[in-house]
């Protein structure tokens, strides 16, 4: 069954007519996504978009073009602009538990941290045992401060994301940062190359998707945060034509996981069953994401050449956001 969203007004002239729809494999994620929201594009005329953040804090979303080297800043009232010149590359991005970015440097291979206008840039990693990293893609801060990055190849290709460099390794790990220590460590090396991830709600699990396998592996988080018992979550199906693989992937409050991939935007509740898709094939390929706004329920997806906004009926679980007590806790069903 797929049912249609209609869609406002945009910027982008040539997007005006064009519908979203939701491909429904389970009547449980009406309980996550109205079929009657609209959805619109707030930015157009990027390149390529990626680490969607929002800033609680500053009422803002945060995201990187990365061509470009540009990080940018959007607003309800004022739209967007450049925050500041990276420089690097950046792709994929978090909040530390200061409030900073964490920040993956494709054009350096390194992952930095800075304040949110850029101010106080500082290098975290840029090997492990000696071996350069390949290029990190996407990160997570967990609640006690570790940080955790997946580390493809994706920014050593010569392509629009990258810069064209030899490939120091045969691995493509998840690695775990201690920033107060220096200490950087192997998480887990099987995966092709890795790409985004996420925590459960009890930090217990991690989930990090594979984009060559289209498989999302789940491994238990030791109370040290070592990773064990990797295993299949679910895998994302290849749809025809769409060659997009597994990308950006987040949790919602209620433990559903929400990743990038054919089509749009792949849902699966806890037990690893898919809800279904929700479609932005149709308006821009979906790269990325964040929950935001208010409420927490404002839902904001980075694309190739522009970024889209459409509403939730659940909030994004982020694990700093809640320690702070930015965003009110709900009970988990």
């Keep these: 069954m797929r049912r249609r969203y209609r869609q406002k007004n945009v910027r982008d002239d040539r997007r005006e007519n064009m519908k979203v729809t939701l491909n429904v494999m389970d009547e449980r994620i009406y309980r ?5 929201e609209d959805i619109e594009t707030i930015v157009s005329g990027m390149h390529l978009t990626e ?136 998480g887990a090396d099987t995966f092709k190359n890795p790409n985004g991830l ?13 984009s060559p396998t289209y498989q999302i592996m789940m491994f238990d988080v030791e109370d040290d945060g070592s990773l064990v018992n990797g ?8 749809l025809g034509s769409d060659d997009t693989v597994p990308d ?23 037990d690893g069953t898919q809800l279904g898709i929700l479609v932005t094939s149709g308006i821009d390929t979906a790269l990325n994401f964040c929950w935001g706004g208010k409420d927490g329920k404002d839902f904001f997806i980075t694309c190739k050449g522009s970024v889209l906004k459409t509403r939730t009926q659940t909030c994004g679980y982020t694990h700093i956001q809640y320690k702070k007590g930015i965003i009110p806790r709900r009970d988990v069903r």
């Excluded at 996550?32 to 009657?36: G, H, K, P, Q, R």
């Excluded at 925590?199 to 998707?209: A, G, H, M, R």
């Excluded at 992937?249 to 991939?261: A, L, R, S, T």
Aim: proline share 6%; with cysteine.
């Design 32 to 36: 996550l996504i109205n079929s009657e």
């Design 51 to 186: 680490g969607a953040v929002w800033d609680y804090e500053r009422d803002m979303l945060l995201f990187n073009d990365i061509p470009v080297s540009n990080t940018m800043e959007w607003n309800e009232k004022a739209g967007s602009k450049v925050l500041f010149y990276n420089g690097k590359k950046a792709n994929g991005q978090c909040f530390d538990l200061e409030g900073r970015l964490v920040v993956c440097e494709h054009a350096v291979s390194h992952l930095s941290r800075c304040n949110p206008d850029g101010s106080g840039y500082e290098t975290l990693a840029v090997s492990c045992d000696g071996v350069e990293l390949n290029s990190p893609n996407d990160v997570v801060c967990r609640s006690d401060g570790l940080i955790y990055f997946t580390d493809p190849d994706y920014g050593r290709q010569d392509a629009p994301a990258g810069v064209g460099r030899p490939i120091p390794s045969d691995k493509r790990p998840v690695y775990i940062l201690n920033p107060d220590t220096g200490e950087i460590r192997t």
């Design 198 to 210: 996420c925590f459960s709600i009890d930090e217990k699990t991690l989930y990090v998707n594979d």
């Design 231 to 238: 295993r299949l979550f679910a895998r994302t199906p290849q």
């Design 248 to 270: 950006g992937m987040k949790i919602d409050e209620e433990g559903n996981v929400f990743c990038c991939g054919p089509d749009g935007l792949h849902i699966y509740a806890a």
